[in-house]
C-alpha cells in the first residue's frame, strides 16, 4: 500500500503514448508511460537506443518531434494541463533543457553573452541595464572562469566542456521548476563530465530545482541521481531509488543491465550480455516487450503487460515474475 | 491528395518513364542493328529520278536532292550515330574517370597538373576543339569521336576527382589498406563500386549530347562525308532546302536525332532512380 | 623474453599554420610482449588514437622508433606497408565498425577484404563462414550489407576481416564506444575469448577505465601525448602515481574518492618542452614542474610514472 506523495507532484503523467507513422496496428515507440516527478527530486531516465528515454524527456520539456504522434490521458507539468492549455507556456520558462552536443546547439555566429541576454529578454527575468550583470552572474553560477571577458567569446572558441556550461546558463536563465538533461556528458571527456554533473547537481538542489538526467550510463546514473527509472523498448520496467536498485533489482532487464556494467564486474568473465535485440514494433511484438529476451518469461508476459507492483521505500516495478 | 496517394502516383509515373525509355532504346539498338539489312532502298545509290519526292507510299520520308531514300538513310545512319556516341562516351568515361581517381588519390602536384589540364579543355567551346582535332588527325569521324570525347571528358574527371578524394580518408579504405590492398587495387575494388552511381547516370545523359555534338559537327563538315548517311549530316542536307518546301529531308533526321536524345535523357532518369541508394 | 613491440621516442607533430606544430604524441616508449594486453588510455587529445593509426603504419611517425618483431617497421612509408611482409601481422579494429565496412558489399565479401581480395568463391565464402562463426555472426547475415546489420553485429564483422589476416598484433581503438552497454560486454567478451584463443597481442585503446581494468594486463596513461604513467593494471588503478591518473579514477562516475579536476588542458600546440604540462591543474605542483619535464621513473615493479614530485 503506499501513501500519495506528501508534496503535490511537480509532474504528473500518465499513459503517455507516442507513435511514428500512420499505422494504428504498429505497436507505438513509447508505450502507456506513467511518470511522478516531485519538486526538487533528481531522476534519472536509463536505456539503451530504443528505449525511448530521449522521447519521453523531450515530451517534458516540450520539444517533442512533430511528427511524433502523442496521446495520454494526463500530462501536467510544473502545473500546466499540457494537453489542454498546449506547450508554450512550458518551454524554456518551467522547463530547461541542456542537449547532448552543445556547440551545435548554441548560434555559433553569436557571443554567448547575447545569447544569454537574448534568453533573459526572451523571459522577462531581466531587462534593460539588469541585463549585463545577469548574464556575468549567470556565467559565474556556471563556473566560467574570467566571465567578464568572456561574455564576447563565440561557442567556437570554447571547448567543449565549456559549451555545456553555457547551455545550462541558459537553460537556468528561465528559471525553469524543472530542468532536463539529455545525454549532457556523453562524448564528453572524463574528468569534463564529472565536473559539468557535479554542477548540474549542485544547481539544481541551489535552485531546489527537479532535474531529469537521461543517460545510457547506469554508474553515472547512480552517481548522481537519487531514483533511477529504468526503460525497455518504450515501457518503463523499473522505478526505483538508485542504491535500492543496484542492491536488489527486481526487473530481469535491470539485473542484466547491472551486469553487464563494466564497473561493477570483477572480470570479464564476470560481464553478461542480454540475449537477443530490442524487438522490432510490429504485431509480434509481445505486451512486455523484454518477454523474448527473458529468461523468467511465462506466456502471459506476451499478453498482457504487468502493472505496477510498489514495494517499500517505493521500489517499483512491472514484472509477472519478479526477481 | 493524401500523402500515400501522391507518392504512388510518382511511383507509376516513374516505372512509366523507365518502360518508355527501355522500348525506345532497345528500338534505335535494334534500328543500328539490322538498319542495313531491313531498309527499303541503298541509302548512298542515287536516284536522280526520284530526286525531291515528297513522303508517299514509296518513300515513307521522301527522297533527297539525290533520289535517295531518306527513310532507309536515317535507319542506317543509326547505327553510325550511336557508335560515334557510345564511342566517345565510353573513351569520356574510362579516361576522364582515371584522371580524375588518380588526382583525387594522389593529391598534390598530380592533382593541381590535371585540374589545370581539365579547366583548359573546359576553355574550348566543342566546335573549336573539334576543328583543332580534326586539323591534327584529318577530317574522319574519328576525329569527332575524339572531340567528343575529350569536350565530356571534364565532368568523369571531376566528378570522380571530388569522389576519390574523399573516400580516400574513409575507414574502409584504411581496412582495405590494412589487408594489404595496393593503392590501384583500391581505387578499383573498394572505390569505385561507392562512385559508380553518379558516373554511370552522367553516361547515359552524355549519350544524348554526344551524338547531338556529332551531328553538329558533321552539320559543319567536319567528320561524316557525304555520301555518308548520318542524322546531322542529313539535317545539314535538309536545311539547304527548308525554304524550297523539301520539308522532309530535314524534319525526320532532326525527329531521329530529338527522340534518341530524349530516349537517352530518359534512361538517365531511370537509372538514377534503379541506384538510387534510398531504394537499394 | 623480446618484445613484440618495441616503441621508442615516438612523436606525431602536425601543422598547426604559421610554422605552429601540435604535438600529438610527443615522446612516448612503451613496449608490448607477446600475448600480452596494453590498455591506453587518455582523454580527447591525449594521442590514443594517433599512437593506434601510427602502429597500425597508417600514419607515419615525425620521429621515433616503431620495431616489431624486432624491425623496424616505423621507417617504412605508411603507403609503402601494404606490401610488406609485417603488413597482416598487425590489423586494427576501427572505433566506428560501420564506417570501416564497404558499403557496396556484403558481410562476406567484407570479411573476404581481410584475405586480400573481393572474390567469393566456394573456399572464400567458407573460410568466411568459418570466422562468422568465430565471431558470433549468424551465419544468415553474411550476405546482409553493412546498413542493414546493427551496431553489435557490425563491430563482428569488423573484427572477422581483422582477423581474416591472421595478426599477431591486433590493436583496438574504442571499439565498443558506440555501442550499447549490453552490446558492448558481449563483444567485450567476444576480444577476451579471440585473445586468449588465438594467443594475441592487443593494444586497447579506450576512455573508460573500467574496460580496461578488465581487458588488459597493462595499462599506459597519456596526457597531451605524453606518457603519464605506465604499469600492471591492477597496480596503476589501485594505487596510481600519477596526479592525472588518479584525476582520472576520481572523476569516474561511482569513484570511491570522487573529484574534480580543476581548469582545462594546455594547448597541444607548441607546448613548452621543459615543463611538465599537466602542472597548471595539479594539487602537487611546484615552481619546479614549470621548468623540466619530468621522465619517467621506476616507482614498482614494471610500474613508472613521469612526475618530479615523486
Redesign the interface.
Same mark, same amino acid.
Given at each position: 500500500m503506499t501513501a500519495p506523495p506528501a508534496d503535490p507532484t511537480l509532474i504528473s503523467i500518465r499513459g503517455l503514448t507516442i507513435r511514428f507513422g500512420s499505422d494504428a496496428a504498429r505497436p507505438p515507440t513509447v508505450d502507456g508511460v506513467d511518470l511522478d516527478i516531485r519538486p526538487g527530486e533528481f531522476v534519472a531516465l536509463v536505456g539503451?537506443?530504443g528505449s525511448g528515454k530521449s522521447l519521453t524527456a523531450h515530451t517534458l520539456a516540450g520539444i517533442l518531434d512533430p511528427a511524433a504522434k502523442l496521446s495520454a490521458e494526463r500530462l501536467e507539468v510544473a502545473g500546466i494541463d499540457v494537453l489542454a492549455d498546449g506547450w508554450d507556456q512550458l518551454r524554456g520558462r518551467k522547463v530547461g533543457i541542456v542537449f547532448q552536443n552543445s556547440r551545435a546547439a548554441l548560434n555559433p555566429i553569436r557571443s554567448i553573452g547575447r545569447q544569454l541576454a537574448d534568453v533573459f529578454k526572451a523571459h522577462g527575468t531581466a531587462s534593460g541595464s539588469a541585463i549585463a550583470p545577469a548574464v556575468v552572474a549567470a556565467l559565474t553560477d556556471v563556473r566560467i572562469p574570467d566571465p567578464k571577458r568572456r561574455i564576447s567569446a563565440y561557442p567556437g572558441e570554447l571547448?567543449g566542456?565549456?559549451c555545456q556550461r553555457v547551455m545550462l546558463a541558459i537553460a537556468l536563465a528561465g528559471n525553469p521548476s524543472l530542468l532536463v538533461a539529455d545525454e549532457p556528458t556523453t562524448g564528453l !571527456? $572524463?574528468?569534463?563530465?564529472?565536473?559539468i554533473?557535479?554542477l548540474l547537481l549542485e544547481r539544481a538542489r541551489a535552485r531546489r530545482m527537479a532535474a531529469i538526467l537521461i543517460t545510457? !550510463?547506469?554508474?553515472?546514473a547512480?552517481?548522481?541521481a537519487e531514483r533511477i527509472i529504468v526503460m525497455q523498448a518504450g515501457q518503463i520496467v523499473e522505478d526505483a531509488p538508485a542504491a535500492a536498485l543496484f542492491a536488489n533489482p527486481r526487473h530481469p532487464y535491470s539485473a542484466?543491465?547491472i551486469?553487464?556494467?563494466?564497473?561493477r564486474?570483477r572480470? $570479464? !568473465?564476470g560481464?553478461?550480455?542480454?540475449p537477443g535485440?530490442t524487438p522490432d514494433l510490429d504485431a509480434t511484438t509481445p505486451a512486455c516487450r523484454f518477454a523474448n529476451r527473458c529468461g523468467r518469461a511465462e506466456p502471459r508476459c506476451r499478453t498482457e503487460f504487468p502493472p505496477l507492483r510498489i514495494e517499500v521505500d517505493g521500489h517499483g516495478f512491472h514484472c509477472w515474475r519478479p526477481l | 491528395m493524401p500523402e500515400t496517394a501522391v507518392k504512388r502516383s510518382a511511383v507509376t509515373a516513374a516505372k512509366i518513364r523507365t518502360v518508355i525509355a527501355v522500348a525506345l532504346l532497345t528500338a534505335f539498338v535494334v534500328a543500328a542493328a539490322l538498319g542495313p539489312y531491313v531498309a527499303p532502298y541503298d541509302p548512298l545509290a542515287p536516284a536522280p529520278l526520284e530526286a525531291l519526292k515528297a513522303p508517299s507510299l514509296s518513300h515513307a520520308f521522301g527522297t533527297d536532292a539525290y533520289g535517295r531514300d531518306i527513310l532507309s538513310r536515317v535507319l542506317v545512319a543509326t547505327r553510325l550515330d550511336l557508335i560515334i556516341a557510345f564511342a566517345a562516351v565510353l573513351i569520356a568515361l574510362t579516361i576522364g574517370t582515371a584522371l580524375g581517381a588518380f588526382a583525387g588519390w594522389a593529391g598534390g602536384w598530380p592533382d593541381r597538373i590535371i585540374g589545370r589540364i581539365i579547366d583548359t579543355i573546359m576553355a574550348f567551346p566543342l566546335f573549336v576543339l573539334a576543328v583543332g582535332v580534326a586539323a591534327g588527325l584529318g577530317n574522319s569521324i574519328s576525329s569527332v569521336i575524339v572531340a567528343t570525347a575529350i569536350v565530356n571528358l571534364p565532368f568523369y574527371a571531376r566528378q570522380a576527382r571530388s569522389d576519390v578524394s574523399r573516400q580516400r580518408k574513409a575507414a574502409y579504405v584504411e581496412a582495405a589498406a590494412l589487408a594489404g590492398f595496393s593503392p590501384v587495387l583500391i581505387v578499383l575494388l573498394q572505390i569505385l563500386p561507392n562512385i559508380a552511381p553518379p558516373l554511370m547516370v552522367q553516361s547515359s545523359l552524355n549519350l544524348g549530347w554526344a551524338i547531338l555534338n556529332a551531328a553538329g559537327l558533321s552539320f559543319i563538315g567536319l567528320g561524316v562525308r557525304a555520301p555518308q548517311a548520318e542524322w546531322g549530316i542529313m539535317v545539314s542536307d535538309g536545311a539547304a532546302n527548308i525554304f524550297s518546301g523539301e520539308w522532309w529531308m530535314f524534319i525526320f533526321p532532326g525527329a531521329a536525332l530529338m527522340i534518341a536524345i530524349l530516349t537517352f535523357s530518359l534512361c538517365g532518369d531511370a537509372l538514377r532512380d534503379l541506384l538510387d541508394p534510398k531504394r537499394r | 623474453m623480446s618484445s613484440l613491440l618495441e616503441v621508442t621516442g615516438l612523436r606525431k607533430l602536425f601543422p598547426a599554420g604559421h610554422g605552429a606544430k601540435l604535438h600529438a604524441v610527443d615522446d612516448v616508449d612503451f613496449d608490448l610482449a607477446e600475448g600480452e594486453s596494453l590498455g591506453v588510455i587518455g582523454e580527447s587529445g591525449s594521442g590514443k588514437s594517433t599512437i593506434a593509426r601510427l602502429i597500425a603504419r597508417l600514419a607515419d611517425p615525425t620521429a621515433g622508433r616503431i620495431r616489431f618483431e624486432g624491425r623496424d617497421i616505423g621507417a617504412i612509408p605508411s603507403r609503402k606497408f601494404a606490401g610488406d611482409v609485417a603488413r597482416k601481422s598487425i590489423q586494427l579494429v576501427f572505433q566506428s565498425a560501420g564506417d570501416s565496412l564497404n558499403p557496396a558489399y556484403s558481410a562476406a565479401r567484407n570479411i573476404v577484404v581481410g584475405f586480400g581480395s573481393i572474390r567469393l568463391n566456394s573456399e572464400s565464402r567458407e573460410w568466411a563462414a568459418s570466422l562468422a562463426g568465430e565471431v558470433g555472426l549468424a551465419p544468415e547475415l553474411l550476405d546482409r550489407r553493412p546498413h542493414q546489420l546493427s551496431g553489435g553485429q557490425q563491430a563482428r564483422v569488423g573484427i572477422a576481416r581483422a582477423l581474416a589476416c591472421e595478426p599477431r598484433l591486433l590493436i583496438l581503438d574504442e571499439p565498443t564506444a558506440p555501442l550499447d552497454v549490453s552490446v558492448q560486454a558481449t563483444v567485450l567478451k567476444l576480444i577476451d575469448g579471440i585473445r586468449r584463443k588465438r594467443r594475441l597481442s592487443l593494444v586497447f585503446v579506450s576512455h573508460d577505465l573500467d574496460v580496461v581494468r578488465l581487458m588488459c594486463d597493462r595499462v599506459m596513461v597519456l596526457y597531451l601525448g605524453r606518457v603519464a604513467e605506465i604499469g600492471p593494471v591492477g597496480e596503476v588503478l589501485s594505487a596510481p602515481r600519477h596526479p592525472y591518473t588518479r584525476a582520472l579514477i576520481a572523476s569516474a562516475p561511482g569513484s570511491a574518492t570522487p573529484a574534480q579536476l580543476p581548469g582545462e588542458a594546455t594547448s597541444p600546440i607548441d607546448p613548452a618542452p621543459n615543463a611538465c604540462l599537466f602542472a597548471n591543474r595539479c594539487t602537487n605542483a611546484v615552481p619546479e614542474c614549470a621548468l623540466r619535464r619530468p621522465q619517467l621513473v621506476d616507482v614498482g615493479s614494471s610500474h613508472r610514472a613521469a612526475c618530479l614530485r615523486l
Open positions: 539503451e537506443s571547448s566542456g565549456m !571527456d $572524463v574528468t569534463t563530465q564529472s565536473a554533473l557535479a545510457h !550510463d547506469l554508474e553515472l547512480r552517481a548522481y542484466l543491465l551486469a553487464a556494467t563494466p564497473a564486474a572480470s $570479464v !568473465d560481464l553478461s550480455g542480454i535485440q | - | -
